[in-house]
């Protein structure tokens, strides 16, 4: 007994060796063929985001064109460019932005902040107000509207301070934010302020606000007004099922006369469509 004692005990630890020895070699092979496939797995998706990005230059080379004097690209198929400023773009030379030209396009409007919420005034609003006038730039206002505050109060607001002329811009309401309102106060608000300006202006007003923020809130109350929608690196047109009127697509560009980035916007028709919009000159 003790004989086979000793000699049973070797073969059996020999035999768990071996068996230790297949086990470790399996989990190393199965750790190795992980890693391997993680490594293909990673491999394939940097190429699918290189391929993603290599396409998508190209197709925005075949809908956008570089031009150098304004440091961006610009979308093709539009006949009318223009730009948006406010206190941040600081003061501005006029005459220059109205002289420059880049490829055959030129500076063809330009929208000015005017007021914020129920009491504040863009401390330049006055001057721009006036310089493009002079300037014989087409001009519109718009108002930063604050969610949650009297539509009319704002109303009020903005016409204290942008004058009823003939051949400006309708009046733009820009609204980017909730603030934290339920979305069925500040719509309420919204179209108070809306009403307000139209029976003044005797235009109806532009609703500008970004992409995201339309379909989330806007859509479905307020699609019968005309939309200016903010919506940056897409190829062709913003991307939001409805029609829209301008097109706010870079906030990069360079103007001669202005020593701040300025946003650029296309307008979504041509130019007798741009005419219509501007508020008629008073008959004899």
Do not use: C
Request: charged share 20%.
């Amino acid at each position: 007994m003790a004989n086979r004692k000793k000699q049973t005990t070797p073969k059996n630890k020999k035999a768990s060796k071996n068996t230790g020895k297949t086990r470790a070699t399996t989990r190393t092979g199965g750790q190795r063929f992980w890693k391997a496939l993680g490594l293909v797995t990673l491999a394939m998706g940097l190429f699918s985001i290189a391929l993603y990005i290599y396409n998508a230059r190209h197709q925005k080379d075949a809908y956008f064109a570089h031009y150098k004097e304004f440091g961006i690209d610009l979308p093709e198929n539009f006949q009318i460019h223009g730009i948006d400023v406010s206190r941040h773009q600081g003061k501005i030379n006029w005459p220059m932005v109205k002289s420059m030209e880049s490829q055959g396009v030129r500076i063809g409007f330009v929208f000015i902040k005017a007021t914020e919420g129920y009491s504040l005034v863009d401390k330049n609003f006055i001057g721009n107000w006036f310089e493009t006038g002079l300037a014989g730039i087409p001009r519109g206002a718009y108002h930063f509207f604050i969610a949650g505050k009297s539509g009319v109060l704002q109303a009020t607001n903005f016409i204290r301070h942008v004058p009823k002329e003939q051949g400006t811009l309708p009046p733009v309401i820009d609204i980017e934010q909730r603030y934290g309102v339920a979305p069925a106060l500040f719509r309420k608000e919204l179209q108070i302020m809306l009403d307000t300006l139209e029976r003044y202006y005797k235009q109806r007003p532009i609703i500008y606000t970004y992409a995201s923020f339309y379909n989330d809130y806007l859509a479905g109350h307020f699609d019968n007004y005309p939309l200016w929608v903010a919506h940056y690196f897409e190829l062709k047109s913003p991307r939001i099922h409805r029609n829209w009127l301008f097109w706010q697509h870079s906030e990069q560009g360079h103007v001669y006369g202005i020593k701040r980035l300025v946003d650029f916007n296309v307008f979504g028709g041509d130019s007798s469509d741009f005419k219509r919009l501007l508020l008629p000159q008073k008959e004899n």
